[in-house]
């Protein structure tokens, strides 16, 4: 007669044995529990569907109001890039003033870039401009001498701190370089137009998070309600699962599938009505010099992890919710 063998060997085996056995069963709790929580989804189905539509809404804000930041932000970063300030020049100025003027302003934090237009190139640049306008370059055509002076062009990393630079910009050295009859000229988007933009990207981002946190609230107490629910109609159950010694996990773990289902739902839900509108009327907003483009790349790019992303966020506020209503009245 064969026996079992008793070395290190057959003591291995058993152990892996053991081992597959009772990752076995786990798995088959974790198949029930997502069954019992599937069954759960179906049976409340008033409670769900609001839940899930409510979720779908929050989702919605949520979204949105990242979206609007973004685009909000690369818009406000492209006009602040259009803007610049022009100190005209006297015609008198020799190549090493110019140059120690342009080496003072590179060492100024808020400078970006400084570039010299010629006198030159600042008549072409007028031309250029101007091109529709016969009048204007009939006149220009008839000048003898070239009556545009040369100017130093300074981009900024921060309109709204060109102040910083009037220390620098009436000093004695620039003064003398300055042409008296020209004061130095902002061209591109206006300062103003920028804090425009920038107090409706505040509103928006305040108003989109402010709406998001009432809704996330909504969605909670919802969700609460409905878990709460389900769990006083399988009461019942609950209590002859507790007699037959069915674990803590088992029991509270088809609430937190069905919690997880609302949120899960909600996100592809959000994403499906949310994308379609975004990527058609990204055209009409860049008619009105709205930087769409870099926000709607990304979308259109990478469109799972952003659907990933809800359905975390998603899942999230109903795993919370679930969590809550389970500790307040589900009594093991």
């Not at 070395?7 to 019992?36: D, E, T």
Request: hydrophobic fraction near 45%; aromatic fraction near 6%.
């Amino acid at each position: 007669m064969n026996r079992p063998a008793n070395g290190p060997g057959g003591s291995v085996s058993a152990n892996s044995l053991y081992q597959r056995k009772k990752m076995s069963r786990r798995w088959v709790s974790f198949l029930r529990i997502c069954h019992y929580g599937l069954n759960n989804f179906s049976r409340n189905s008033w409670l769900s569907t609001a839940a899930v539509a409510v979720m779908t809404i929050t989702l919605l804000i949520v979204f949105t109001t990242a979206v609007a930041k973004n685009i909000f932000g690369d818009t406000i970063t492209a006009l602040r890039e259009k803007v610049d300030i022009s100190i005209f020049l006297k015609d008198s100025v020799t190549n090493e003033q110019r140059d120690k003027l342009i080496s003072d302003l590179r060492q100024q934090p808020l400078v970006k870039d400084v570039r010299y237009i010629s006198k030159d190139e600042a008549r072409n640049i007028f031309a250029q401009q101007n091109k529709q306008d016969l009048e204007k370059l009939k006149a220009l055509s008839v000048l003898t001498g070239n009556p545009f002076p040369a100017s130093l062009r300074i981009r900024v990393s921060d309109p709204s701190k060109l102040n910083q630079l009037d220390g620098l910009l009436n000093s004695p050295e620039f003064k003398a370089a300055q042409d008296p009859r020209r004061q130095p000229a902002t061209s591109g988007v206006t300062r103003e137009a920028i804090d425009r933009i920038g107090r409706v990207a505040t509103f928006t981002e305040r108003t989109g998070i402010i709406l998001g946190i009432v809704a996330v609230v909504i969605s909670m107490l919802i969700i609460f309600n409905t878990i709460r629910m389900a769990i006083f109609n399988r009461r019942d159950e609950i209590q002859i699962m507790r007699l037959i010694g069915a674990n803590k996990s088992f029991i509270r773990g088809p609430f937190i599938v069905e919690a997880t289902l609302y949120g899960v739902i909600a996100a592809l839900m959000a994403a499906a009505l949310a994308y379609p509108v975004m990527l058609l009327k990204a055209g009409s907003l860049a008619q009105y010099d709205i930087i769409t483009a870099p926000t709607i790349g990304f979308l259109r790019n990478y469109p799972l992890p952003v659907v990933i992303g809800l359905v975390l966020v998603g899942a999230a506020i109903g795993v919370v919710s679930s969590l809550l209503a389970i500790r307040r009245h589900l009594k093991i």
